[in-house]
């Protein structure tokens, strides 16, 4: 099962600013990795997939990177409404498919 | 517009059998390369996969929970259904199901979700 690591736990950051959150994987998943955003009572949302695609009607604050086992999702300049958690997701070697076990954005 | 709903009940006893039915539009679970999955979510914590079917009835699952789920599907009606065995008070967690490979055929990535339905385990 590749394990899937999510640093840090939670990230304080201003509005305005720019948020990088990672994420490890236990081993490559190449490119084919997802990042999901939820918000308190609500489902989450895929933002990216492939590791660098954005979802449709995601803004282009939200940027992915990364290959193997080292990914960023970056979100330029933070508005309001995202702080949220953010879960990344292996889809490479699976089943399991695996998730991350989240990092918390909130407001500085 | 893709919408999906889980329903089922909102409480089980420990040692009951677990059935969620996941409804969905706007997709055809007849169409190569597309399948649907469920992930559930304990109160506060992460998401974990929990299984998923394909188009052709293909089926995968959790290996860690694969001696007590069962996943179905009845194209006809555009369900999906998900039996648990054996609950437990560790399963009490909200329960979605997603399609995948509307992206691109059979990219396990889930989106859109459903709202999910929150299951608690309790006697």
Do not use: H
């Amino acid at each position: 099962e590749i394990v899937m690591t999510q640093s840090p736990a939670t990230l304080s950051v201003s509005p305005g600013e720019r948020a990088t959150l990672s994420c490890r994987a236990s081993q490559s998943v190449r490119s084919n990795l997802a990042w999901y955003q939820q918000k308190p009572g609500q489902a989450p949302r895929l933002l990216l997939y492939g590791a660098s695609t954005r979802a449709t009607g995601v803004p282009a604050r939200f940027s992915g990177s990364g290959s193997g086992t080292e990914f960023t999702l970056t979100i330029s300049s933070l508005q309001s409404e995202d702080f949220a958690v953010y879960y990344c997701q292996q889809n490479n070697n699976w089943p399991p498919i695996t998730f991350g076990q989240g990092t918390r954005l909130e407001i500085k | 517009q893709i919408t999906l709903k889980e329903s089922g009940p909102t409480l089980v006893k420990p040692t009951q059998t677990l059935t969620l039915t996941c409804t969905f539009s706007g997709f055809s679970l007849s169409t190569s390369g597309v399948g649907v999955g469920w992930i559930r979510q304990p109160p506060g914590k992460a998401l974990e996969w929990l299984a998923l079917i394909y188009w052709d009835d293909d089926k995968r699952y959790s290996p860690s929970l694969r001696s007590r789920l069962t996943i179905t599907k009845d194209t006809s009606k555009n369900q999906v259904v998900l039996t648990v065995t054996n609950m437990d008070p560790v399963d009490t967690a909200t329960y979605y199901c997603a399609p995948m490979g509307l992206l691109r055929s059979y990219l396990a990535v889930f989106d859109p979700w459903g709202q999910g339905t929150l299951v608690t385990v309790s006697s």
